[in-house]
């Protein structure tokens, strides 16, 4: 079956193979710019990515805001939304292409992320509160042709080489520059 899950399972292979002979093809590099829309409104643009040193066109947008409650308009999930559901889509494609090159068909999949705040820590109300996440539970639903122990070892490699997934739970260091225009 060359088809499982809709992932065309040679190519995927080729890929791996081809990168496992080549690292720099594996080399991926992204940009993406986001520009104040007003209020608590953003867009961000993709605006280029680079795989294996080809520069791809990736003309996507992604708006944000924030509910009402938090002084927005509600017209788009707002950035912890956005950070959760990107973690999700990230694990997502490991589980669907696990499967595939296991020759799993799957029935369905969905992960659900569960995470709390205290916004006096973003608000700057009281130091001693982190502005940021302390847990997040993610819960993964799957239902296939593959056993419970084909699941978890799938479970098991996706925990360990998802970008999101890694980023998320190991440190990064973020340099951050300021430009006054």
Known sequence: MDHV???DVPALLGVVEEIGMDPKKGLVDF??????????????????MTLGGETL???????????????????????????????NACMLVGYV??????????????????????????????????PGYETIKATVRIKGDGTPEQFE???????????NYFNIVHPIRLESELVVE
């Open 31 to 48: 940009q993406v710019v986001t520009d104040w829309k007003g209020q608590t409104r953003t867009e961000t643009r993709t605006e280029k």
């Open 97 to 130: 292409a696990g499967a595939a090159v296991r020759g799993i068909t799957l029935e369905s999949i969905s992960i659900q992320a569960d995470a709390s705040l205290d916004l006096r820590g973003f608000l700057g109300i009281d130091e001693n509160v982190a």
């Open 5 to 7: 899950n809709g992932i």
């Open 153 to 163: 070892e799938i479970h098991e490699t996706v925990k360990k080489t998802s970008p």
């Open 57 to 87: 066109d990736r003309p996507q947008r992604i708006r944000i805001d924030e509910p009402l409650e938090l002084l927005g308009t509600n017209e788009h999930p707002n950035p912890q939304e956005y950070l959760l559901g990107s973690m």
